[in-house]
């Protein structure tokens, strides 16, 4: 079974550009969740779907954050403008209905210069 | 609110020894959820273990076994004879399947363990 996966891997940009990441959930896996981890720190949730719906956005930054899961399958989740402190890897997991356990993709590592 | 605390921000051992990662929570949710993660260099959160608030049985999978007390709201995990490969950085995480029913995950700050040959 694949995991999840996102893209880019890597990413650089300047301060007050704008950035978009993709994600694609474990196939059936209704949740979504996005989190921000910040170097030397535990994730952070920015936001969770359930299907096409938002659960959860109450820590995102939705001055400049954003995120959509139209569909119910990928996610994208964009930045613009992008703040120096937004630098951060960006991790995207998903969770089957009725299952307790969240699986993380491989991440977006972020630079803000 | 819900806290999950990770007191060692590093451990160093030498392979072959027993080390153990120190995981202290708080929550007013009589039912919740705690967890393992393991990140390695890649940076991919990988999952250990999960262990339900009704369910204090202590757990062992292979050189790795886990802890879990209510009475101290601890959920600690020991790597029994440890190796290189061990070398990571270990989260602590608690979910919310109580009041808001959410199921996000409340991470601790995470320990790096360094395994020198």
């Known amino acids: 079974e694949a995991g999840v996966a996102q893209s880019p891997r890597y990413k650089i940009i300047e301060k007050r550009q704008s950035v978009a990441f993709w994600c694609n959930p474990i196939s059936g896996h209704a949740t979504l969740y996005w989190y921000q981890q910040i170097l030397g720190q535990g994730p952070k949730l920015l936001i969770q779907f359930q299907n096409n719906g938002v659960v959860d956005d109450s820590q995102l930054p939705k001055d400049r954050f954003s995120a959509e899961r139209l569909k119910g399958v990928d996610s994208t989740l964009k930045i613009q403008p992008a703040k120096l402190e937004d630098s951060a890897v960006y991790l995207c997991?998903?969770?089957?209905?009725?299952?307790?356990?969240?699986?993380f993709g491989p991440g977006t590592r972020l630079l803000v210069l | 609110a819900q806290k999950v605390t990770q007191a060692q921000t590093e451990i160093s051992v030498v392979e072959k020894e027993d080390v153990t990662l120190d995981c202290v929570y708080e929550?007013?949710?009589?039912?919740?959820?705690l967890f393992w993660y393991k990140q390695p260099p890649s940076g991919e959160l990988v999952f250990l273990i999960r262990?339900?608030?009704?369910?204090?049985q202590n757990e062992i999978s292979g050189r790795y076994s886990w802890n879990f007390q209510k009475s101290t709201s601890s959920f600690n995990f020991t790597i029994t004879a440890s190796q290189v490969v061990d070398s990571a950085v270990y989260f602590c995480a608690l979910s919310d399947y109580g009041s808001s029913n959410t199921g996000k995950l409340i991470f601790g700050q995470g320990t790096t363990l360094q395994v020198k040959p």
């Open positions: 997991a998903s969770r089957q209905g009725g299952e307790e356990t969240q699986y």
């Open positions: 929550t007013r949710d009589t039912t919740y959820y």
């Open positions: 262990r339900n608030s009704f369910d204090e």
